[in-house]
């Protein structure tokens, strides 16, 4: 079973690339699955139910998050009844929406994904890894493949989230830097994993905001208004074959596509 899993939708450019070259990734690499972080789909920031719903029928089925998720407020009611949405797991249990989805693949296969925040340079939540735990021993036996999406700023942070569910999940993956690494591999206990997904948006960008105003940020210290990029949009992310019974992974590749 081969699954795309993409990172951070960045607004309208982001959206458009994702749409236009989704379909031909899925026939490309015979894709059964499809996980895309959408944290700053909605104008860079945040996510509205139209553009949620815009991306699920593109082909995506779970759309995973992070810190930015709350920012767009008619988000709440609709992170509330679209369960193919997911925030970080590990935030507290009164916020909106949740952070596990289990069901299956349209040939029957169970899979399980999970979404968890990191901690470091990261805004207060509960520690990822024992959350991951609890939510590892829900799932029990009712899935063998089970992908993890760590929203999170620190590369150590990540490889150790990485390393410390090898064996237990299939696929381990980074997101919020924006920069795809290098570093895709299988672990010896056969999870699949990468530091960072990287950004489906405009990459002729500082991380998709529009360089020109982050550099003055830097220049100058004042604070101005973020606005997206429009130009080089690409689409971000992995490529993995899993063993459907074991729920190892037996390959990974990375994705990087041109509009």
């Given at each position: 079973?081969?699954?795309?899993?993409?990172?951070?939708?960045?607004?309208?450019?982001?959206?458009?690339?994702?749409?236009?070259?989704?379909?031909?990734?899925?026939?490309?690499?015979?894709?059964?699955?499809?996980?895309?972080?959408?944290?700053?789909?909605?104008?860079?920031?945040?996510?509205?139910?139209?553009?949620?719903?815009?991306?699920?029928?593109?082909?995506?089925?779970?759309?995973?998050?992070?810190?930015?998720?709350?920012?767009?407020?008619?988000?709440?009611?609709?992170?509330?009844?679209?369960?193919?949405?997911?925030?970080?797991?590990?935030?507290?249990?009164?916020?909106?929406?949740?952070?596990?989805?289990?069901?299956?693949?349209?040939?029957?296969?169970?899979?399980?994904?999970?979404?968890?925040?990191?901690?470091?340079?990261?805004?207060?939540?509960?520690?990822?890894?024992?959350?991951?735990?609890?939510?590892?021993?829900?799932?029990?036996?009712?899935?063998?493949?089970?992908?993890?999406?760590?929203?999170?700023?620190?590369?150590?942070?990540?490889?150790?989230?990485?390393?410390?569910?090898?064996?237990?999940?299939?696929?381990?993956?980074?997101?919020?830097?924006?920069?795809?690494?290098?570093?895709?591999?299988?672990?010896?206990?056969?999870?699949?994993?990468?530091?960072?997904?990287?950004?489906?948006?405009?990459?002729?960008?500082?991380?998709?905001?529009?360089?020109?105003?982050?550099?003055?940020?830097?220049?100058?210290?004042?604070p101005n208004r973020f606005e997206t990029a429009t130009d080089?949009?690409?689409?971000?992310?992995?490529?993995?074959?899993?063993?459907?019974?074991?729920?190892?992974?037996?390959?990974?590749?990375?994705?990087?596509?041109?509009?």
């Open positions: 079973m081969n699954v795309i899993i993409l990172g951070d939708v960045v607004g309208k450019p982001g959206i458009q690339v994702l749409c236009q070259s989704l379909g031909k990734l899925k026939a490309q690499h015979e894709a059964e699955f499809v996980v895309v972080n959408v944290e700053n789909a909605a104008d860079g920031a945040g996510l509205t139910a139209q553009i949620g719903e815009q991306i699920l029928a593109a082909g995506v089925d779970v759309m995973t998050s992070g810190n930015h998720i709350y920012d767009k407020k008619d988000v709440i009611k609709y992170i509330e009844n679209q369960p193919r949405l997911l925030r970080p797991a590990n935030y507290a249990p009164e916020t909106p929406g949740r952070g596990l989805w289990l069901g299956s693949t349209n040939s029957g296969t169970q899979v399980a994904v999970i979404n968890v925040q990191g901690r470091v340079f990261m805004p207060p939540t509960d520690c990822p890894f024992r959350v991951a735990d609890k939510l590892i021993s829900e799932i029990g036996k009712r899935a063998a493949i089970i992908i993890v999406d760590h929203h999170a700023e620190a590369t150590s942070e990540k490889v150790a989230l990485g390393r410390y569910l090898d064996g237990r999940v299939s696929v381990v993956v980074g997101t919020h830097t924006h920069v795809q690494t290098a570093d895709e591999q299988i672990f010896a206990n056969g999870t699949a994993y990468i530091t960072d997904l990287g950004m489906t948006g405009p990459h002729d960008s500082v991380i998709g905001v529009d360089s020109q105003i982050v550099i003055q940020r830097f220049l100058r210290g004042m080089d949009a690409r689409v971000n992310g992995i490529v993995v074959e899993l063993d459907e019974r074991t729920g190892k992974a037996v390959r990974i590749e990375r994705i990087q596509v041109k509009a």
